[in-house]
């Protein structure tokens, strides 16, 4: 085809996903029509999912690849419990991961409240049955050691509690004091934003220069890649704004995720103090500050942006996640490697995938303008080619039309 005068990327990766339920027409539509021709699913409806990457794969669905983990690994009291399976040992921790990889898992997700020993004992099944660890870094574990042990990619953050000089008072502290048990038990739901924020502030409060610097050389040298989710910590910290807006994009949401996306009504978001609030702030502008800081010393990062989180778009924030990284001082080039070729060396698929070559698969998006002179022009998408299938911009059109019309179904 004639690509005079246009721009042509590789296709791009959410390596921080969840479909909302079974996966369909809606997000696959909206996920390739923003040129998002690969997700990383962090936990959701296990067997859809899996059954939705087949089908994909093997073409008879049209949507991204999909890389997914299945159920999340958590401690005793999961976070998702419907969403998710428990191990209390080692030797739990061991059966689990086994399961993992027999029932068709891409990648073992863990969760805050897995147990020291049963992590040690998991990050060294994955090993042995060749899947990577990935996702959060539990309260019971040094960050230093998460990295150090092999977790792959770690989620939402960029290691505040590991550069901090306390992170050892804080772990121990989490022994003690069980927030979530005690704001169920006395059903006041404040108790958690209140003590997330004291926490963090503390942590925060101990910024060391130096130990961020350590752990950072950590996660390089152990190819322990961050994946911030810009966009969900912007979303949360300000949601209060982000919700009075008129968003074009809110007629692909459906009317009953939309409905937990108010600020007083979602679970995320109504119990918020303004302590928090002013606490979130505060993080947010620490995090963005720590990104380039971090990517001197050779830290690796992803896109990844958290979908079903308030304000969270399937396909179109991670052009948001893009542009955050930029505003936090990565060149557009940077930013556009964090979804295309950081994500396919990730997932050991550089050889098919994340640069635009002869060799590669065709999954490639025509931009109207230059990405490198502004990373917004991501967003001005001429066409996708998906696996050498083309999609011209009136395809896209009818593509985000079907999208909407499964919304109102
Ligand atoms: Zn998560
Ligand atoms: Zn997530």
Redesign the pocket.
Known sequence: MDGSGKFVIPGLWDM?Y?FEGAPGIREFNLLVANGVLGVRN??GAAKEVFRAREQIASGQELGPQIVACGPIVDGPNPTNPPISVSVHDPQDARRTVRSLKAMGADCVKVHDGVPLDAYLAMAAEVKKVKLPLVGHVPVRVPTIQAANSGQRSI?HQIGFRGASTVEDEVMESEKTNDVFAEAMRTKNFRLIPESIAKKGNYILDHFSDQRAHELYRAFARNGTYLDPTLVTDRALTFVDEISKQADPRLKYIPAAQREWWNPERGMLTRYRTPAYIAFRKRQFKKTLQQIPVAHRVGVMFLAGT?TTIPFIYPGFSVHDELALFVQAGLTPLEALQTATINPAKFLGLEQSMGTVQPGRLASLVLLDADPLKDIHNTTKIFAVIIRGKLLSRSDLDAMLKAAETAVRK
């Open positions: 921080h969840h962090m936990g989620e958290d």
